[in-house]
Structures are given as C-alpha cells and as structure tokens.
C-alpha cells in the first residue's frame, strides 16, 4: 500500500488517499484483489434424503424392513456426507403364543469428507488482498513478504476433498420370551454393536505465495469395535381386584472391545506422483511409522423392579441396580442404586367426583433415586507409560523423544525410553448423583388444557475428575480421581391446550419452561485453588463453568485518568481500565481477579404449535434461552489489532475503534503492541448469550383418502419444512450466533421440500 496524507489545521494527522499496488508479490504472479473468503469457502448446501419401508403381520408373525439414503454436500466448499442405511426386524409367536422369538437390526454405512479443523477461522483471517489463485488460474493466491503466514483455506479445502473416512456399523439383537406358568415370562436377549472405521489421509505439497512444502504423506487408520450385550430377565405380573403387581429380576452382562491401528509416511517428495490412486504406503519414499493398540472394558449388572397399583389410584416402584464396571479400582468396582417412586392419582378420589367436568385427570408424583456414572476411559485407574520415537514436527522442527546416548558414542542403536503419563489410583469409584422430585401432572376440561410441573434436586458426589497439576510434580501428574460435588435445584413446567373449531381447525399449543439453579458443593484440595486469585477464591458455591477473570469499567479517556489510576502495566490513553479487585496492593495482578459470568442460563424455554385444517398441516417450534453468559473471544479478532494474529483480516468493528475525535467507544484505541494485555478473560469478552429461535418450521398437505385410492396410494403426503430460519438475540451480543460462539461449522439455514407415499 502507499498512503497520501497531511496534517490538518491542528496538527492531526488526516489520511487522504490509499493506493493499492496492481500486484501484491514481487514476481508479479498475484493480483491485488478484494476477495470475500468466506464467501469463497461457502456455497448453499442440498441434502436428499429417500426413505422407503415395507411392512406385514398375521397373527403370529410381523416384519418389517426399511432401506434409507442421506447426501449431504455441505455448506463448505468440498466437503460431503452419505450414508446409507437398513433396518429389519421380524417376531414370530410359536406353542399358542408362549414362545415369542424376534430380531431387530441395523446396518449403516457412512462416508464423509469432513472439515479441515482451522479452516473457517482462516477465511475470517485470511487478508481480502490475496488472491484465490495466482494471475495465470493455475496456482493458489497466498501471502506475500510482510504478510502473515496464513493458508489459503480455498487450498487447504481442495487439498483435503479425498480425505473421506468410512464406516460400517452393524447392531442389533435377537431374542426370545417365554411364558413358563401364566403371569410369569423369562427373556433372554443378545445383542450385537459392530462398527468399523477407515481413513487415508493424504498431504500433498503446495505453493501459495510464500507459504510452501516439499512434503507428500499419507496416514492410513483403521479400527474396529466389537460390543456384546447379554440380558435375560423374569417378569411376573398379577392382578387380584384392584391390585396390580409387577416385578422384574434380571442380569446383564456387556463387554467392549476396540483395536485400532495406524501407518503413517511422509517426507519432502516421498511421491513421485500425487494422486489418490498412487499414494500408498508401500510406494513412499519418506519416513515411516506404525501404531496401534487395543481396549476394553466390562460391564456386570444385577437389577430388580417392583411396581404396584392400587385401582390405578395409588402407585409406587422400587428399583434397585448393582453395577460392576472394570474401568475402577479393583476394590470399588461394583455399587448399588436403589430408587423409589410413588404416585397418587387425586382426580380418581370419591370427593373428586363432583370435579370430573373440568378435571379430567390430576395426579401428584414423588421420587427419590440413585444413578451411577462410569464416563471414564477404560485405563483410568492404570499408571500410564509411552515411548517418544522423536518424529519432527514437520511446521516448528521440534524432536520430542525419551530415547538417549546413555553410552555418550554418539552413533548405533538408541535404546527407546518411556515417560510416565498418567498416576494410578487404585480407589477409583463410580460418580454417584442422587435425585428427589416432587410432580404433578393435570389434564382438565376433557383433556384439552395439560400439562405438568416438577421439582427437583440433584446432588452429584465423588465426581470423576481429571485435575491439572503443578509443574513440581513432574511428569506423569495427572491422575483420576473422585472428590468434587455439585448440586442442581430446578423446576420444569409444561403446560398445553388442544381443541377443534367450530369451522374444523385443529390445533394443539405447547409451551416449556425450565430453570435450574446450579452450584459447587466440594472440590478435592488438589483442584480447590486451581482458579487462582485470592487464597480460598474458589468456585465452591459457584456455578461449574463459570467465568474467572478480570474487570473493566471503561477506556482511559485522559492522563490525569491514567495517572489516577493503580499501577497498571501498558495502561494509556485509549486504553482497557482494568478494577483494582484486591485493592490492598494498589496495583491489578492476578489477585484482581473475580468471577465474571456465569454460562448457565436464568432459564429455557420453547414453545410448539401444531394446527391442521382440511388436510393441511402447520407446524412451528420456537426454543430460547435467557440470562445466559457466553465468552465471545472472537472480539479478539473484531475489537483489537494486536492482541491476536497481528496483520490478519479484523472485523469492521474496529473502524469505529476509541480516537480523541470518537471518545464515547467502547472499543479500545488501535494498537500495534498488546503491552496492556487485553486479551486476557475479562468481563470485555463476556457477553449476553441469550436468543430465541425457530427451529423448525414445516407446511404439509395430505390427499384425502379417496383421492389417493383412486391413484393406487393408501396415503400422499407433499410437505416443505425450514431449520433454524431466525434468530432473535440480545442487542448486547457483538457476535453472528450466541449458540455458536467460536470458529465451529455455522448452524445452517436448511429448507426440505419432500413427498411421503404408503401403498
């Protein structure tokens, strides 16, 4: 660029012109250009989805069989989803019924060329001065001298479109009932979940601008997972008058296994040629290594149920589990949860009679349980060691590896080492969470006004945790553990009212509401001050999640501000004012630190209209949430030039950056040093994440039956349905989507048009 300027009648710098240069490199291979990358990357995405289903029964046998196919090319340049899918299930009735035998499988198969990770946060990055592609069409655009070493992520998509993985998944079950005496069936079920999953990953070389490699690899990885699942179960049920009992006694065993195993090659020209046909392992001419490794893990359960009734009026259920999981110490493997309901239904009572024209049913519910949590990995109790074989990293050159000289000969074979990565802990228990709920569900006037309300309190103990560890500790700190405890109080209300018009409309209208309060109830010493700050400054009686970081009130508008204030490093005109929390020391540091936001929100909601006249049918389902804080660290993109990727394409937002002229921004003054560090978590970056959606929209219309009959069809349906079509969020959210704060693939915007047919 080339600037034309001058000093106005008060001596303040005024730019004039800017000239933009025809090429943007020396070897006059790039156009200056004005390009809109991410509208370069997107495109409107199709899906298609064909479903068709055949189905048939007699007395003592049923089937059913369904084929589906779903293409989804994306909204992202080369990217693309397929799967296919089959289904079929049959049960035949043999002695008079006493002997039930049925099956119930799926198989799926799915391929996708998924999203290069970074590659929405470089076409927001990337500078609209480069070029796609280089003057003669052939070559990829890229930076020049004295631009930021970014990708092109027109490139980086191209380049990553053979990458497809695939996947089978075959599960299912088969079994078989059995009535032994009358009331009493046994059961026994096996199921099956085999899934498997390969990918070839290819890495090609490249030139763009001055960013280039020589290096050509592949990654090949395969895996494949086998589960089990065998159940088998006792249920007696008996009716005496008005009393009902059921009870129910099983056992459950499951058993996973996974493999899996990879090969990988690369090196500068290891291919001579670059195609997907060419570029196997076997044919590389680079450096090569192989992984893999195997792991499991077993399940053993014991359960029991009982459920009793009294004139459909008085109800109460006992359950009870004892589960045995291998992924824990060997001495707290196995633990019981027990759980207890009752119920009784009040508009069923002799004083309720004189209600039954407005009251149609009211009944109040109680409960109070247990459930176990084993969401670990399988070798989380095991002391965990791996060999380094030292491979490059192929962008900073770095060689991690424990293999070492001990013989100082400085040639020959080096033995490999090992490094510890994990600390045993042989008392490893399950996380259990134990929930009280009081309910009471009504219906009235002849069920057309429903709904139900709920309280709740879920206490969550001897949580499974993974807590960081200070540096003297040394390599191998980490280590499972239980200790933290969390609380949730909440209440759920849902209410509905259906009717019909007297001109024949149909419609049915559903509201939701949910509020949840949540907080910290202990945390183990290793984790208790892991959030720093004050000494005993820890999340207990807080919200989990919740936003620890600095405050600001507002930008130094003068230098008697900035000489007023505490001692601050990088402080200035224009500059972020960061509160002086601790006020004791008089200056901000980490003890300035407090908690800034929480990321669960004050409460949900949503809201579901159903209406159908003549055929035609309506739907909308509306959901939002309200109160909620997000951290919306893309402002470090949008609000500050150097607090991240110094030279990289910024957000419009910091045109309208703090100047003397501009004094009334909230947007801190342009900077070419980050000297106040104003990317640290502040209250800047916390934002009013609340919104309210249309999530589904859909528009039908059904042949009446003759019609239909008349061109061979039981049924015609032709409908067209939208996804996420608006959004309605805070004024106060500076973002594009409160629900998708970071560089994740956007929540598309998708329109269905589609036909269902029964014959």
């Known amino acids: 660029y080339q600037f034309e300027w001058n000093n106005d009648a008060n001596g303040v710098p005024q730019l004039n012109t800017v000239f933009v240069s025809k090429y943007i490199d020396r070897e006059h291979t790039m156009y200056a250009s004005d390009t809109d990358w991410f509208k370069e990357v997107s495109k409107p995405g199709l899906q298609q989805s064909l479903n068709a289903t055949v189905s048939s029964g007699t007395e003592k046998s049923s089937s059913f069989f369904s084929l589906g196919y779903l293409h989804n090319n994306g909204t992202l340049r080369y990217t693309d989803f397929q799967r296919i899918s089959a289904r079929m299930n049959a049960d035949y009735k043999l002695f008079d019924g006493k002997l039930v035998v049925g099956e119930n499988f799926t198989v799926n198969n799915t391929g996708e060329v998924q999203v290069p990770g970074d590659v929405l946060d470089l076409s927001l990055k990337a500078l609209p001065i480069i070029p796609v592609h280089t003057v003669d069409g052939m070559g990829w655009g890229g930076p020049a001298l004295g631009m930021n070493d970014r990708h092109n992520p027109m490139r980086v998509l191209y380049d990553n479109r053979n990458n497809k993985y695939n996947y089978w998944r075959l599960f299912g079950n088969a079994y078989a009932d059995l009535q032994l005496i009358k009331d009493l069936h046994v059961r026994t079920s096996y199921g099956l979940d085999y899934s498997n999953f390969y990918k070839r990953n290819l890495e090609v070389s490249y030139r763009s601008g001055f960013m280039n490699s020589s290096r050509s690899g592949v990654n090949m990885e395969q895996s494949h997972g086998m589960k089990w699942t065998w159940s088998n179960t006792a249920t007696y049920r008996k009716q005496i008058d008005k009393h009902t009992l059921d009870v129910l006694a099983g056992m459950e065993m499951n058993r996973q296994n996974d493999i899996n195993f990879n ?124 060999p380094e074989y030292g491979v490059a990293d192929p962008t900073w050159n770095i060689v991690d590896g424990t293999a070492y000289d001990l013989s100082g000969a400085g040639t020959g074979k080096l033995p490999s080492g090992y490094r510890k990565i994990q600390t045993e802990n042989n008392d490893l228990k399950w996380e259990t969470t134990t929930q009280t709920n009081i309910g009471l569900d009504f219906s009235l006037f002849n069920q057309s006004l429903y709904g139900s309300i709920d309280w709740y309190v879920k206490a969550t103990k001897d949580m499974l945790i993974n807590p960081a560890y200070i540096g003297v500790v040394g390599e191998g700190g980490y280590r499972w553990a239980n200790g933290a405890s969390m609380e949730n109080k909440g209440l759920d209300l849902s209410a509905g009212y259906r009717n019909k018009t007297s001109f024949g409309l149909d419609y049915d209208v ?95 909601y949503s809201l579901n209209i159903v209406l159908k006249y003549k055929g035609f049918d309506l739907s909308a389902y509306f959901q939002g949430v309200q109160g909620i804080d997000v951290e919306n660290w893309l402002k470090k993109q949008t609000d500050f030039w150097s607090v991240d990727d110094v030279n990289s394409n910024k957000g419009l937002r910091l045109l309208n950056a703090w100047t003397p002229q501009n004094p009334t921004s909230t947007i801190p003054a342009l900077q070419t ?33 003759a019609t239909a009959s008349r061109l061979r069809m039981s049924r015609l349906r032709i409908y067209v349905t939208g996804q996420n079509l608006f959004t309605v969020k805070s004024k106060n959210f500076t973002g594009v989507d409160p629900e998708n704060v970071g560089w994740g693939y956007p929540i598309p915007t998708t329109w269905t048009a589609g036909v269902n047919i029964g014959f």
Request: proline content about 3%; cysteine-free; glycine content about 12%.
């Open 263 to 386: 090969a990988y090659t690369a090196g500068d020209g290891a291919f001579a040629i670059e195609t997907p046909e060419y570029m196997w392992p076997g044919v590389s001419t680079g450096t090569a290594a192989v992984g893999g490794g195997s792991t499991g893990f077993s399940l053993l359960s014991y359960f029991g149920k009982a459920n009793y009734s009294y004139d459909d009026r008085y109800l109460a259920s006992f359950t009870v589990r004892h589960d045995g999981s291998s992924r824990f110490g060997k001495n707290n493997r196995f633990a019981t949860f027990p759980a207890v309901t009752a119920g009784w239904r009040i508009s069923s009572e002799r004083f309720m009679a004189s209600t039954k024209n407005y009251i149609s049913d009211l009944k109040l519910r109680v409960g109070w349980g247990q459930t176990g949590n084993q969401g670990i990995g399988n070798l989380a109790t095991y002391a965990l060691f791996v």
């Open 510 to 604: 559903m509201a939701v509401f949910s509020t949840y309060k949540n907080k910290v109830t202990h945390l183990p010493e290793a984790v208790e001050n892991s959030y720093g700050g004050r000494q005993g400054d820890n999340i207990i009686g807080r919200p989990l999640g919740s936003f620890y970081g600095y405050v600001t009130d507002g930008i130094f508008q003068n230098q008697d501000e900035v000489d007023a204030h505490v001692n601050q490093t990088g402080k200035g005109i224009g500059r972020l004012r960061y509160v002086n929390v601790y006020d004791a020391d008089k200056q901000i540091t980490d003890m300035d630190r407090t908690w800034i936001g929480s990321p669960h929100p004050d409460f949900s």
């Open 673 to 705: 040093t980050n000297n106040n560090d104003e990317g640290r978590l502040s209250n800047y970056f916390i934002e009013n994440g609340s919104y309210m959606k249309l999530r589904n929209l859909s528009l039908g219309y059904t042949l009446p039956t």
